[in-house]
């Protein structure tokens, strides 16, 4: 069984920085594409980064130049590093992992979510 443990959210003033970090739990973390992914009240969730196992990478439009997506294979973690911060990236960020970055919309494995709150 996988498991996703978010950390690192909180709330944070606008041109701050903060870290999430992804845990998993499980034997072939190495083997799996990572994404995050983030849900705003009453909006739709969407994919704001991506890993593969490859290491290759793809951002939204909305966070290009400002994240970055990483992955420790001997940590079981990926990270996502969070610069000069918008209110308008306020939202829950959920951990996904997958088998490739194009599916990883339905992604078979998710974390609970962490909630990230930016204030003007």
């Known amino acids: 069984q996988v498991q996703l443990v978010e950390s690192g959210g909180g709330l944070v003033q606008a041109g701050d920085s903060l870290r999430l970090s992804c845990a998993v739990s499980?034997?072939?973390?190495?083997?799996?594409?990572m994404g995050w992914f983030r849900q705003a009240p009453g909006k739709q969730r969407e994919l704001v980064a991506a890993?593969?196992?490859?290491?290759?990478?793809t951002y939204a439009d909305s966070v290009k130049g400002r994240f970055a997506i990483s992955r420790d294979n001997a940590k079981k973690t990926v990270y996502l590093q969070m610069n000069s911060l918008k209110p308008e990236d306020t939202a829950v960020y959920y951990c996904?992992?997958?088998?490739?970055?194009?599916?990883?919309?339905?992604?078979?494995?998710w974390g609970q979510g962490t909630q990230v709150t930016v204030s003007s």
């Open positions: 890993i593969s196992s490859g290491f290759a990478t």
């Open positions: 996904a992992a997958g088998n490739t970055i194009a599916t990883m919309n339905s992604a078979r494995y």
């Open positions: 499980g034997r072939t973390f190495s083997g799996y594409a």
